[in-house]
Structure formats: C-alpha cells, structure tokens
T-cell receptor
Framework: DGGITQSPKYLFRKEGQNVTLSCEQN?????MYWYRQDPGQGLRLIYY???????QKGDIAEGYSVSREKKESFPLTVTSAQKNPTAFYLC?????????????FGQGTRLTVV | AQTVTQSQPEMSVQEAETVTLSCTYD???????LFWYKQPPSRQMILVIR??????QNATENRFSVNFQKAAKSFSLKISDSQLGDTAMYFC??????????????FGKGTHLIIQP
C-alpha cells in the first residue's frame, strides 16, 4: 500500500541528546514536510523539501536539522539546541505540482524529553 | 507573513444538525490553494475538502461544502447532517507555490468540533 511511514510512534530522549525521526514515503512525491504540533498551536512548519538534495527552513527551524538524500526519505534530527522538543511531530508529502496539491500525512511521532 | 485564523476554538452541536466552521487567512499571493483537514482522536490528518483560489465555484464533497470569499479572504466549512464520526479537530490551511514547487501548508490553530448524540 502506498503511503507515508513515520517511525517510531513514541520516542523518549534524554536532555542534551540528539534524536532522529524517520519519514519514508512510497508515493513518488517530490515535496516533503515536517510539522510540529503542540496543544492549542495547530501545526507549525519546521522544514520542507521540494526536491532531492534541497530543503528550506519553515517557521520554527531553530534546533532542528534535515536531509533529503533520497526522494523517498526525509529524516528530521532534533538537536540538543532545541529547548522544548516535547511535541507531536508529523511528516507529510505532496506531489508538488499545481494539479495535485493534496498533502498526505504520516501517523506521527510523539517525542518526550525525560 | 501568511496567517490563518480560526476564531472558534471549540464548537458543539447535536447529531444531524448543520454546523459551520469559520476561517480567515491573509496572504499577498494571488494563486493559492485552501484546505480543510480533519484530525480525529487517532491524530491521523485526513483531507476533508480542497479549493483552488482561482475557481469561483465553491467546492463540495458529499456532506461537506465551503463558502469561499476571496475578496474577504474567508474560507468557511459547512457540515450538513452531522454525524458522531465527525467529532474531531478541524484545521484550515493554505498552500502557495514558489520556485516551481509547493511551499508548506500554513495551518490555523484548529476548531475542536464535538457532535453530541
């Protein structure tokens, strides 16, 4: 089945550690996105990539890093510089064309700092 | 800066009633796309309906329809004959394009819709 897979579903991190969230899609989509969701805040864009080997900062990129070495994969690293990393993280993808604008979402990763 | 405002943090209606969720947005772009997404307790984001800004006709999908007022930058969602399964967070969002590709979706803060039996 085509779709977006995020792993793990739950992740615990000690303070001061980096952690990487996985996002893989088999929809052949060019564009991929990472969002952070906090209660009462909606979804806020962290990073997005329109094409392989290229990505842009979103509204809250500080303390995060990404890579886009393959079309199918867009991992997000939460670094120790992120002061409040506990949140729900959603990955999404879209074809990137104006004809097919719908973004498809993964099931999310809940990150907790312990 | 592009913003999306949902002024109703929570709404509650009886099953089978009609409910309208409001959304306003601000952008300097002329070409963009508007969306309503639903997030049930499972937290899976599900597309409800989509509207192209260049189309004057309001989009409809079964019990869901929108009232798109481009000049007023308003994009409300109407749910007819509401069902218990419609209980969820609803997010208004829009997307622009730059450099030949899609920019990220900009979301509102959401409206928690509760359908009462």
């Amino acid at each position: 089945d085509g779709g977006i897979t995020q792993s793990p579903k739950y992740l615990f991190r000690k303070e001061g550690q980096n952690v990487t969230l996985s996002c893989e899609q088999n929809l052949n989509h060019d564009a991929m996105y990472w969002y952070r969701q906090d209660p009462g805040q909606g979804l806020r864009l962290i990073y997005y990539s329109q094409i392989v080997n290229d990505f842009q900062k979103g509204d809250i990129a500080e303390g995060y890093s990404v890579s886009r070495e393959k079309k199918e994969s867009f991992p997000l690293t939460v670094t120790s510089a992120q002061k409040n990393p506990t949140a729900f993280y959603l990955c999404a993808s879209s074809s990137g064309t104006k004809r097919n604008t719908e973004a498809f979402f993964g099931q999310g990763t809940r990150l907790t700092v312990v | 800066a592009q913003t999306v405002t949902q002024s109703q943090p929570e709404m509650s209606v009886q099953e089978a009633e009609t409910v309208t969720l409001s959304c306003t947005y601000d952008t300097s772009e002329n070409n963009y796309y508007l969306f309503w997404y639903k997030q049930p307790p499972s937290r899976q984001m599900i597309l409800v309906i989509r509207q192209e800004a260049y189309k004057q006709q309001n989009a409809t999908e079964n019990r869901f329809s929108v009232n798109f007022q481009k000049a007023a930058k308003s994009f409300s969602l109407k749910i007819s004959d509401s069902q218990l399964g419609d209980t969820a967070m609803y997010f208004c969002a829009f997307m622009t394009y730059s450099g030949g590709g899609a920019d990220g979706l900009t979301f509102g803060k959401g409206t928690h819709l509760i359908i009462q039996p």
